[in-house]
C-alpha cells in the first residue's frame, strides 16, 4: 500500500505500478476482483496520469474498506459473556442525576435505599457468618487473631463489591453500605475484645490503608493471570508470610470459583435479598459449576 501510494505521487512509470499493485493484490480479501481492476488499469494507462491516479486510489479506498471489514468480522468474534452485552454500570443517566451527585448527593436509584441498604448488610452478613475461618486459619497456617479475621472477612467482601459494581448505579450504592458495615463490625469486634480505644483507633487507620491497597491488588490480580493473583493474595491475606506454595495455590483456585460462582446469581435477586452462598474452600472438583439456588424475597415492612 505504501509503495502504490508513492507511485500515485510521483506518477512514476508503468513499472512502479506493477511492483506496487502486486504487493496490493498479495494483501488483498478479493483477489478476483482486484486483477479485474488492475487489468483495467492498463487498458486506461494511456488516458493519462490524472485518470490513472484517480483510479487506483479507488483501488486502494476498496482495499481498505475490505480491510475494514474484515477487522470488524474479527472483533465480533470474541468469546462474551452475558455480562458483556448488556453493561448495567454504563447505564444512561440524566443532566439532573448528574448534577445532584456531582454535588455529593444520591440519585434516584431502581429500588427504595432501605431495602439496598437491608440487602446490603444481609450480603455482609453473608461473608462473615458463611465463611468456616477455622478451616482457613488450619489450611493456610493463619495466626487466630482479629487481624486474620479481617483479612479472611475482606477477601470476601472484595468479591461481593466485584460482582455489585455490575449492577449500576444501585449496585455501587449498595457497595458502599458494604463497606460501611465492615467497618462498624471490625469496630463493635474490636470493643467486644476490650482493645484500648486508642489502639483500635490507629488499627482502624492501619486497617482502612491496607483495605483499600488490598482492593487495587486483588482488581489487578483477576483482570490477570494466576501468578498476579497470587502475588496479591500473597502480599494482602498472608502478609509476605507465606513459604508453601500450595497454599496460594488454594486460594487462587478459591477465588477464581468464587467469582465465577456470584457471577452466576441473579443481581435483581442480589439487589433484593443479598442472599450470597460460598463455595467450599476444598472441593474435589473445583473447576465444577454449581447452579445457584434462588432465594425468596420478603419486602413486607420496607
Known amino acids: 500500500m505504501a ?21 496490493l493484490l498479495q494483501t488483498a480479501a478479493v483477489p478476483g476482483q482486484c486483477r479485474r481492476m488492475l487489468c483495467s488499469i492498463f487498458q486506461r494507462h494511456k488516458a493519462g496520469p490524472f485518470r490513472l491516479s484517480r483510479f487506483c486510489r479507488g ?7 475490505t480491510t475494514q471489514q474484515n477487522r470488524s468480522f474479527y472483533n465480533t468474534n470474541k468469546h462474551l459473556s452475558a455480562k458483556d452485552s448488556l ?19 444520591t440519585g434516584p ?16 452478613t453473608c461473608c462473615v457468618e458463611k465463611t468456616d475461618y477455622e478451616e482457613f486459619f488450619s489450611r493456610c497456617q493463619m495466626p487466630d487473631t482479629l487481624n486474620s479475621w479481617f483479612l479472611v472477612a475482606q477477601l470476601h467482601v472484595w ?13 455501587k450504592y449498595m457497595c458502599r453500605y458494604i463497606v460501611h458495615c465492615m467497618w462498624e463490625d471490625v469496630e463493635q469486634r474490636g470493643k ?12 482502624l487507620k492501619s486497617m482502612v490503608e491496607n483495605f483499600y491497597a488490598a482492593l ?5 490480580g483477576i483482570l490477570s493471570d494466576d501468578h498476579v493473583l497470587a502475588a496479591a493474595l500473597w502480599r494482602n491475606l498472608f502478609n509476605r508470610n507465606c513459604d508453601d506454595p500450595r497454599h496460594l495455590e488454594l486460594l487462587v483456585e478459591y477465588v477464581r470459583k468464587q467469582v465465577q460462582h456470584l457471577d452466576a446469581l441473579s443481581g435483581e435477586d442480589l439487589l433484593l435479598t443479598g442472599e450470597v452462598s460460598w463455595r467450599p474452600l476444598v472441593e474435589s472438583d473445583a473447576r465444577s459449576i454449581l ?4 432465594p425468596v424475597y420478603n419486602d413486607e415492612g420496607l
Open 109 to 124: 436509584l431502581k429500588y427504595s435505599r432501605w431495602k439496598i441498604k437491608v440487602a446490603a448488610l444481609r450480603m455482609y
Open 3 to 23: 509503495a502504490l501510494a508513492r507511485a500515485l505521487s510521483c506518477q512514476t512509470g508503468v513499472t512502479q505500478w506493477i511492483t506496487g499493485c502486486s504487493g
Open 291 to 294: 447452579k445457584p439456588l434462588s
Open 159 to 171: 468479591m461481593c463489591l466485584v460482582r455489585m459494581k455490575q449492577e449500576g448505579r444501585t449496585g
Open 59 to 65: 483501488l486502494i479506498q476498496a482495499n481498505g474498506a
Open 87 to 105: 453493561h448495567p454500570s454504563e447505564e444512561k443517566v440524566g443532566a439532573f442525576t448528574r448534577i445532584i451527585e456531582a454535588m455529593g448527593f
Open 192 to 203: 467486644v475484645m476490650g482493645i484500648n480505644s486508642v489502639a483500635l483507633k490507629e488499627d
Open 216 to 220: 487495587f491488588g486483588y482488581d489487578e
